[in-house]
Structures are given as structure tokens and as C-alpha cells.
């Protein structure tokens, strides 16, 4: 099994950034594709990024596009979320999730529960 552990969150001003770390734990690092979802109070679960491996294109959904950056650093097994411009809007927790192979907006949008494995969230909260 993966175990994933999210970390990074807190309390920014927008306009601000703040970058999240996802370890996961048990299994190649390169065989699941790791995405992030946000959840505000009050809505759904909604997914943000997602990236298979260093090797292939990361997957963002409009919402997030040109203010959000996923990448993965192979030595340190974490694939991080940068996330500048934030806007009180991005107020959510953040969770960690991967899915055994596959990663793409469509995924992220309406395959959730395809996911397998979940971390703990982190708060990220955008003041205005």
C-alpha cells in the first residue's frame, strides 16, 4: 500500500504563495500518479493538479491554470504543489491522493474515486 503525507498549508494573504509537499511512502515512486484535491467548507471535493511521473505533462483543471505548478523531485520522493496568486477562493483543504497509472484533467474532474490512496489534508487559507 501508499501511504501519502501532505504538508505545506497555512494562512497567506492573497496575492501570496505557498507551496505543499506530498510524500508518498511504500511503492516506486514512479508507478502512481499523484494528484491533489481541495475540499472548501460547505462544497465538494474538487480536484486541482495531477502528474504521473517527472517524465510526462502534469494535468491542471482552469480554475488553477498559470497560478499553480505541479512537480516531483525523484531524489526526495515529493511531488509538490506551488501555488502563487492565491485568492480567497483557493481557502480549502488540500489533500493528497494517487491513483495506480493514471493522471489527466478528465481524472481529476470526474475519477476521483478512482484514487486508491489518500493523505491527511492541509488547511490552506487565503485571506483577503
Known amino acids: 500500500d501508499v501511504q501519502l503525507q501532505a504538508s505545506g498549508g497555512g494562512l497567506v494573504q492573497s496575492g501570496g504563495s505557498l507551496r505543499l509537499s506530498c510524500a508518498p511512502s511504500g511503492g516506486s515512486f514512479d508507478a502512481y500518479a499523484i494528484a491533489w484535491f481541495r475540499q472548501a467548507p460547505g462544497k465538494e471535493r474538487e480536484g486541482v493538479s495531477c502528474i504521473l511521473n517527472s517524465d510526462t505533462a502534469p494535468h491542471y483543471v482552469d480554475s488553477v491554470k498559470g497560478r499553480f505548478t505541479i512537480f516531483s523531485d525523484k531524489s526526495k520522493r515529493t511531488v509538490y504543489l506551488q501555488m502563487n496568486n492565491l485568492k480567497p477562493e483557493d481557502t480549502a483543504v488540500y489533500y493528497c491522493?494517487?491513483?495506480?497509472?493514471?493522471?489527466?484533467?478528465?481524472?481529476?474532474?470526474?475519477?476521483?474515486?478512482?484514487?486508491?490512496?489518500w493523505g491527511q489534508g492541509t488547511q490552506v487559507t487565503v485571506s483577503s
Open positions: 491522493a494517487a491513483h495506480p497509472y493514471y493522471c489527466s484533467e478528465y481524472a481529476l474532474q470526474h475519477l476521483e474515486s478512482s484514487f486508491n490512496y
